[in-house]
């Protein structure tokens, strides 16, 4: 018999002591079943009150009866049953604890009591199993699908399965038919559907359902669809007032160069490669989601309204050009400019007289950063509001540059930039011959001019107007 233990009462104390002290007695006499007068003590006469203990999947504990003309124990070597209490003076019973079975099949055990050991009597313990169980409860797929998921599960009952509901982009194959009684190895196979949304992944459920009342759950999580230039080409229009824009861009339109469909871009094979904006167009905001176009060589933009120049810009290692002209750009130049490393063109500037009205770049910072970049030809950031010493250039044991060596344009005139002219500039400059340009007047700089740029065949001819003038140089 087996009674919950909620029977149990404050008694328990009381009967603990007296069980010890009885067992002492008893076991003191186990051996010859005569007490110390001499006296013959009755044959022992132990046994469960069940023969075979049937016991739910679930933990929990149980009471189990056991009648006994002596003192007794009991004891098991499975792992999944704990004796809460082993021994007692004769009739009565004892507490065990079970785990739960989380196995598809029952499992067996023994309980074993005695008086004299070695004359042992057993109780059976069966648990049953939960009848069916999925070998893998998650599933995730990208974006693109699925054709064929396989779902291992294991079962000695018939089953059904069901999806969430709503959900149609799941579709399952059912698996062989089963055997109930036996542990069924089986599968179902799952198709998923392609994700086209990019703003969240989705998610559902599969039940599997065991005819014995036990369901497993499946979870299948999809990612969201992989972002791509169109997409965003569309954040970068949506931020950017497209709404209002002179020339809009069609975005029902294959992704390929089309002046009237795609104003400003060029295409090769369906990756934006060149932004080539330089007549007003209402374009006004940040061009943050454009830093995402990996294959992007080349961004032109002049009589705009944009916020600046984003740290993301870094992210573009295939740029070679990179022009904000006259477009109300402001705030520091970032230091991940250094890392567009195939930069060759740089141009942040305002007219000195004609920009237009509201549309004067105010960048600060310094120029710093691209000194990483080897092979700067162009560097124009003339009018804005750059401050600090200008970028040294680094020399070789023979005090030639070891970087910018093709640099041919070096427009820095009307910022801030302070301190002296260091040496190299010249050098560089020199090898373009009449076609270089180094003009660095109208800043704050001071201190001799270095002989590198005294020997430029320019020189002469230059250093009023394009050195010497808003400086305190000397030669």
């Not at 559907?193 to 369901?215: C, Q, V």
């Not at 573009?316 to 195939?342: F, H, R």
């Not at 020399?395 to 302070?418: R, V």
């Amino acid at each position: 018999m087996i009674r919950n233990n909620r029977m149990y009462s404050c008694r328990q104390g009381l009967w603990g002591i007296i069980c010890c002290l009885s067992l002492l007695m008893g076991m003191a006499s186990c051996q010859d079943f005569t007490d110390d007068t001499g006296r013959t003590m009755p044959e022992p006469d132990l046994k469960f009150a069940d023969g075979t203990l049937n016991l739910p999947l679930e933990e929990k504990e149980y009471t189990v009866d056991i009648e006994s003309n002596l003192p007794w124990r009991v004891k098991t070597s499975a792992t999944w049953i704990d004796l809460l209490s082993s021994n007692g003076m004769g009739t009565g019973s004892f507490r065990i604890s079970v785990s739960k079975n989380a196995n598809v099949a029952p499992r067996e055990a023994e309980i074993a009591g005695w008086i004299i050991e070695g004359a042992e009597t057993k109780l059976r313990v069966v648990q049953e199993g939960v009848g069916i169980a999925l070998k893998k409860r998650a599933v995730k797929v990208g974006a693109e699908g699925s054709a064929e998921e396989v779902i291992p599960f294991s079962t000695m009952v018939t089953y059904t399965y069901e999806l969430s509901e709503g959900c149609d982009w799941i579709h399952v194959t059912d698996g062989a038919a089963i055997t109930p009684g036996v542990i069924n190895e089986s599968e179902l196979k799952l198709a998923i559907d392609p994700y086209t949304d990019i703003d969240e992944g989705r998610t559902a459920s599969l039940y599997l359902k065991g005819s014995n009342g036990i369901t497993d759950v499946l979870t299948i999580t999809q990612d969201k669809k992989p972002l791509g230039d169109i997409d965003y080409l569309r954040m970068f229009y949506e931020s950017a007032n497209g709404d209002n824009w002179t020339k809009k861009w069609n975005f029902d339109a294959p992704l390929e160069t089309n002046p009237t469909n795609w104003f400003g871009l060029k295409f090769e094979n369906k990756r934006v490669v060149e932004i080539d904006i330089q007549s007003p167009n209402n374009i006004e905001g940040d061009i943050i989601p454009l830093c995402n176009l990996s294959e992007l060589r080349s961004i032109k933009f002049k009589h705009q309204k944009l916020a600046g120049i984003p740290e993301e810009i870094g992210q573009l290692s295939q740029l070679t050009t990179l022009w904000i002209i006259e477009s109300a750009a402001s705030g520091n130049l970032p230091e991940s400019l250094g890392e567009c490393e195939l930069l060759t063109s740089f141009n942040i500037s305002n007219h000195p007289t004609s920009t237009p009205a509201g549309f004067n770049n105010t960048f600060t910072g310094n120029l710093d950063m691209l000194i990483n970049i080897p092979g700067m030809v162009t560097i124009k950031a003339y009018c804005n509001n750059l401050s600090g010493p200008l970028p040294v250039i680094p020399l070789d044991g023979n005090n030639k540059p070891t970087t910018w060596k093709s640099l041919k344009e070096f427009m820095i005139y009307t910022n801030g930039f302070s301190g002296s002219i260091p040496y190299g500039y010249g050098t560089v400059i020199e090898k373009s011959g009449s076609s270089g340009i180094f003009r660095v007047n109208d800043n704050q700089l001071s201190g001799q001019i270095p002989a590198d740029i005294k020997a430029w065949s320019q020189y002469a001819t230059r250093k009023a107007a394009w050195i010497l003038q808003g400086n305190s140089l000397t030669e």
